[in-house]
């Protein structure tokens, strides 16, 4: 099963684990809003494409701008700026190889001060026949 990091933390939500609040947005137009329903004042959007190292990934198209699949905006406006940027774009990661990845959606979540950032999946190990939880 493939899914979104918005998909995931909605279902960690429904389960009673905190997550930070976050927008779904398929369209430029509706970033700014979005970004305006969260507290703010600092927001991260992020490209949601089904391949890992999106931060450190680079956009096939110049309009994409300089930065990767996450970013960090201080304002509504530039949250939306970057979903411009972002949707429709062409993200290249190490886990996509050089065709990379289209992002038709990104997730605009309410930044947070990081003091530990922890990483798990759930995976199928087909050779063992077995789930693998991978924590790093």
Do not use: D, P
């Given at each position: 099963m493939n899914i979104h990091e918005y998909q995931a933390?909605?279902?960690l939500k429904d389960y009673g684990a905190p997550v930070a609040e976050g927008r779904a947005i398929y369209k430029a137009s509706e970033a700014e809003s979005a970004a305006k329903e969260l507290p703010g004042p600092l927001y991260v959007v992020k490209a949601q494409i089904h391949a890992g190292g999106r931060g450190?990934?680079?956009f096939k198209e110049?309009?994409?701008g300089e930065g990767g699949g996450v970013r960090l905006a201080k304002s509504p406006g530039e949250a939306a700026?970057?979903?411009r940027q972002?949707?429709?774009a062409t993200l290249?990661?190490?886990q996509t190889g050089e065709e990379g990845k289209r992002v038709n959606r990104v997730y605009i979540e309410d930044g947070s001060d990081i003091e530990t950032e922890l990483y798990l999946s759930a995976l199928v190990d087909r050779g063992a026949g077995?789930?693998?939880f991978i924590a790093s």
């Open positions: 933390k909605r279902l450190k990934g680079k110049a309009a994409a700026e970057f979903a972002m949707l429709g290249v990661t190490k077995r789930i693998a």
